[in-house]
């Protein structure tokens, strides 16, 4: 008989008490200097949708202002005489609203806040309104609060979730559970929350998205950087934690090693391991928020034992090996390795830099600049600039290049462009690296892939990358390696590089979802055996044959560059949870499953799609595919689509068991 849902895990929150911190400016204060000198500062399309919300004037955007999209950001097009003009207006229609002292005003109608989105998104505004209204929350006004609580559906059922993992997807699950007055536990290993941000501490170690939207809607403050660094990451997810009274619910230092679905109990039965020993709990629903990138992969090379110096991985950084005055090589160009190279190659005698794939680089002139006292004084003395400056950074990012990176078969693809539009994006990239290689157009080889723009990840950088690869004491080699030896690396043309540190840059296994932990469903069906190593969930959330269990960033929800951030697939799947929640208790039943022939149908529509992206097209490695090359990670259609199918949880696509 499984054990009792312990008492303790129980949580209730009040919405009008503690919260989550959130910047909300409540007055206009600044006199005429400084109002003046607040609208010389910030981007214009943000200045002109404050003021015309401020004052209610939809004139204010005129046509001839209108942001201009281009490859997932909006390009500045306006001469310096019109810049000035719009800036003059939003001054006087900022000066009026403040000499008239009327009050801030909230969430705009629904009749402005469409005007507002055809200013910024065009023809997309219409089937974009309900899903952007979710990303700018005025006060405490969120509109994604689940608006039902468990009080009303069923108020003395005995009902708790296991959450697992208090990263950023857990804890903002937790939250909403809260919200809704569900009990519920989270079940960390850490003895910290954050996740992948308390593990990850390499130097340089910092958001490849801009913090302004990987943090939630509903919690918005004024970063330091516009990348935030993995310090101030940290903080923020602890500061929510703490805020909304989520840490108390954390058991930290639990890891859970299995849980097993107990068709009589209708609840998982979770065997977890604590430094003090083995514990039981037992749960109604269960909630996989392990995340993807957390399991590092060292690489399959031959020796790799062998090696007599220092070595580690980049996600478990030792800072207790001084790099200084060492020979160190670092293996693997991804996102981690692009971010701490440069710091390596500060700290180390000589740096030697190991590159299978040449990866494209996303040119991201902000990635390595604090944010200006210009832009902070407007968030904090303008009322709600900050909502819409959140709005006009996700925008962009959320509709993103999955055009340019859908194979068009009329091209026709090559292994280097898969369209015209994936073609100019190579060219543009090709020349921002070009045009900082003049003085070293051997090193281009280094730079620019033989593979589609799309088809892995694109590491953000400034241009310190290509700085870092030019210097005197770094080395690029390109040549395969062959193995590692006592001494260092020994590559396929016969060297033997000598090193005293080698760091593995070499990725996380993201395709072993849910690993290590052994879930068994149904009649004893085993997750991993059932995936063979082929992991899929419907719509990156359930499974056929484990009834109450719901994924987070589970299989195929990584949105390519076209989904803002994973703060934005959390909020998709952790609404999806409560969804799930919520018809539970509604329809009084025990449990939910997946029908196979949805879960069948979705996977096949979904292998189709992920064909004709440039990650499921390319013959190029990366941790979107497993060891199958099929694609496991990737959410082939639009960040739209995945808000639209997970905003509800449609019952006709389950069996509900109501005994
Ligand atoms: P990664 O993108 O998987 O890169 C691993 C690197 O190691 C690749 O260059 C790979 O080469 C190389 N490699 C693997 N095995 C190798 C071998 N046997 N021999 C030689 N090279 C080998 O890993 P990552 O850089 O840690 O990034 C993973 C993901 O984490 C990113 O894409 C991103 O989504 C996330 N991340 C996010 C941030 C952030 O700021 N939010 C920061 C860092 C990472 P091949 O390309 O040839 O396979």
Request: aromatic share 10%; net charge negative.
């Amino acid at each position: 008989m499984s054990k009792a849902v312990d008492p303790s895990v129980s949580s209730s929150f009040d919405p009008s008490g503690s919260g989550p911190a959130h910047l909300q400016v409540t007055a206009l204060q600044a006199d005429y200097e400084a109002l003046r000198a607040l609208c010389q500062a910030g981007e214009l399309p943000v200045l002109l949708l404050t003021a015309a919300h401020l004052s209610g004037d939809l004139d204010l955007l005129r046509p001839e202002w209108m942001p201009r999209y281009a490859f997932a950001s909006y390009a500045p097009h306006l001469s310096a005489e019109q810049e000035a003009e719009a800036r003059e207006v939003c001054f006087g229609a900022l000066a009026a609203f403040r000499d008239a002292g009327g009050p801030v005003p909230g969430r705009p109608s629904y009749d402005f806040f469409q005007e507002a989105l055809k200013w910024i998104c065009g023809k997309d505004a219409e089937s974009l309104h309900r899903m952007l209204d979710d990303q700018i929350v005025f006060g405490r006004d969120d509109p994604q609060t689940p608006q039902w609580n468990k009080q009303q559906l069923d108020a003395d059922r005995d009902f708790c979730v296991a959450i697992v993992g208090a990263g950023e997807s857990g804890l903002l699950t937790a939250y909403r559970l809260s919200q809704a007055g569900v009990p519920f536990v989270i079940l960390e290993k850490n003895t910290q929350v954050g996740g992948t941000w308390w593990e990850n501490t390499y130097p340089g170690c910092k958001v490849d998205i801009n913090s302004f939207i990987y943090s939630y809607a509903f919690s918005q403050k004024v970063w330091r950087d516009y990348f935030g660094a993995q310090g101030e990451v940290l903080e923020y997810f602890k500061s929510f934690a703490q805020q909304c009274g989520l840490h108390d619910q954390v058991r930290f230092s639990h890891e859970v090693r299995s849980a097993t679905w107990n068709a009589s109990s209708a609840q998982w039965d979770l065997d977890i391991m604590t430094p003090q020993g083995g514990v039981q709990l037992s749960a109604n629903v269960l909630v996989s928020g392990v995340g993807q990138l957390n399991r590092p992969s060292f690489p399959d090379i031959a020796g790799i034992e062998d090696f007599a110096g220092e070595s580690f991985h980049s996600a478990q950084w030792d800072a207790s090996v001084t790099l200084k005055d060492k020979r160190v090589a670092v293996i693997g160009t991804g996102a981690s390795a692009v971010q701490f190279v440069p710091h390596v190659a500060d700290a180390a005698a000589e740096t030697s830099v190991f590159i299978r794939t040449v990866p494209w680089l996303l040119p991201t002139p902000l990635l390595l600049q604090p944010v200006e006292d210009s832009l902070r004084q407007l968030m904090e003395q303008l009322p709600n600039y900050m909502q819409w400056h959140r709005l006009f950074t996700f925008v962009p990012q959320a509709i993103g290049i999955l055009d340019e990176a859908t194979v068009d078969p009329a091209y026709p693809p090559t292994e280097t462009a898969i369209s015209t539009s994936n073609d100019a994006v190579r060219q543009a990239l090709t020349a921002w690296v070009e045009a900082q290689t003049e003085d070293r157009p051997e090193l281009r080889p280094m730079l620019i892939p033989n593979s589609p723009p799309g088809s892995k990840r694109l590491p953000r950088d400034d241009g310190r990358w290509i700085r870092t690869l030019k210097r005197e004491d770094v080395k690029p080699i390109t040549t395969k390696i062959d193995c590692i030896t006592a001494n260092g690396i020994r590559t396929q043309d016969g060297t033997e590089h000598r090193f005293d540190v080698i760091i593995y840059g070499t990725g996380f296994k993201a395709s072993e979802f849910l690993m290590p932990m052994k879930v068994t469903g149904l009649d004893g069906r085993d997750l991993h055996e059932f995936w063979n190593g082929d992991a899929r969930a419907y719509l990156g959330s359930t499974i056929e044959g484990f009834p109450n269990l719901f994924c987070l960033y589970g299989p195929n929800t990584n949105l390519v560059l076209h989904g803002a951030s994973i703060i934005f697939i959390s909020e998709c799947a952790a609404n999806y949870v409560l969804e799930g929640v919520r018809s539970l208790l509604q329809g009084k039943a025990r449990s939910l499953r997946v029908k196979p022939e949805v879960y069948a149908g979705y996977n096949e529509r979904l292998d189709e799609a992920n064909a004709m992206r440039a990650w499921g097209f390319s013959k190029v490695s990366s941790w979107y595919k497993n060891a199958k090359g099929r694609v496991t990670q990737n959410w082939p259609f639009s960040a739209l689509e995945l808000w639209r199918r997970t905003r509800h949880l449609d019952v006709n696509d389950y069996e509900f068991d109501t005994e």
